[in-house]
C-alpha cells in the first residue's frame, strides 16, 4: 500500500493551492505523487453531487439529511478510486487528495446536534472505509480559516464571475461547519494549520511550509517503524 495523505478545509481555505503546491515542493524531497480532488465534477459519478450542490433537492444544505447527502459523496470517491488512482496507491505511489471522507465528516456532521456528532463520524468512517472499501487515510490536514475571512477570500474568487453554492453562501452553515470540523478534527486525529492571523489571511507560502513539515515528518515516522520492524 501507498500513502494517502488528505488536504481539508472549509470554503476558501486554500485547499486548491495547497493541493497544487505540495507536490512539487515533495518533489524535491524526492517523493512523486498523483494528486486526486473530489468531488470529481468531470466524472459521472459525481452527477448527485452537483444536483445536491446545485439545490436540485432543496435550496438549504439541511433539505438533505447527513446520511443520504454523504452517500452521493462515497460513491464519487469509491468510483475514482476504482478507475483513476487506486492502482496507483495499491502499488505503493503516494496521493494527495484535495476533499475526502473527511469532508462528509465536516460538511454533514453539521446538519446534526453536537451530542450526534460521533455516532455520525463513527458511522461514516466505517461505511467508506470498511463496508465501501477505499483506503482510510495515513495523515489529514485541516486548513482552518475562519468564517469571516474566507468569505472575503470567496467574493474576490467569485468577483470575475460564477456564484457560491449551497454551501459556500450560507456562513451560518460555515459556522457550524467550522464548529464541527473544530470537534471532528481533535476526535479523528487531524493535524491542524492555522490559516489565518489576526484576522487576516496567512501567505500561502507560511501555511504551505506548516503542511510540508506536516508531511514530511509521516514520512520519517514510517522510516522508522520501518526500522524497527528490521
Not at 22 to 40: M, Y
Amino acid at each position: 500500500m501507498g500513502k494517502l495523505i488528505v488536504i481539508e478545509g472549509l470554503d476558501g481555505s486554500g485547499k486548491s493551492t495547497q493541493l497544487e503546491l505540495l507536490p512539487k515542493r515533495l518533489k524535491v524531497h524526492g517523493i512523486e505523487c498523483k494528486t486526486v480532488s473530489f468531488p470529481d465534477y468531470d466524472s459521472n459519478s459525481s452527477a448527485l453531487v452537483k444536483m445536491y450542490l446545485n439545490g436540485d433537492f432543496g435550496t438549504h444544505p439541511s433539505d438533505v439529511n447527513p446520511y443520504a447527502a454523504s452517500a452521493f459523496y462515497t460513491v464519487d470517491r469509491f468510483a475514482s478510486y476504482k478507475t483513476a488512482w487506486g492502482k496507483f496507491y495499491n502499488g505503493g505511489g503516494t496521493v494527495i487528495s484535495g476533499r475526502y471522507t473527511t469532508s462528509n465528516a465536516v460538511h454533514q456532521a453539521s446538519k446534526l446536534d453536537s451530542k450526534d456528532w460521533v455516532p455520525f463520524l463513527d458511522w461514516l468512517y466505517d461505511f467508506e472505509y470498511n463496508k465501501i472499501g477505499i483506503p482510510r487515510p495515513d495523515k489529514v490536514i485541516f486548513l482552518d480559516m475562519p468564517v469571516e475571512v474566507s468569505q472575503k477570500l470567496l467574493d474576490k474568487r467569485y468577483s470575475a464571475g460564477g456564484k457560491k453554492d449551497i454551501h459556500e453562501s450560507d456562513t451560518a452553515y460555515l459556522s457550524k461547519c467550522r464548529a464541527a470540523a473544530e470537534f471532528t478534527a481533535e476526535y479523528s486525529g487531524w493535524e491542524t494549520v492555522s490559516c489565518a492571523e489576526n484576522g487576516e489571511a496567512r501567505t500561502v507560502k507560511d501555511i504551505s511550509d506548516d503542511i510540508l513539515k506536516s508531511v514530511l515528518k509521516l514520512y520519517k515516522e514510517t522510516s522508522y517503524e520501518k526500522s524497527r520492524e528490521k
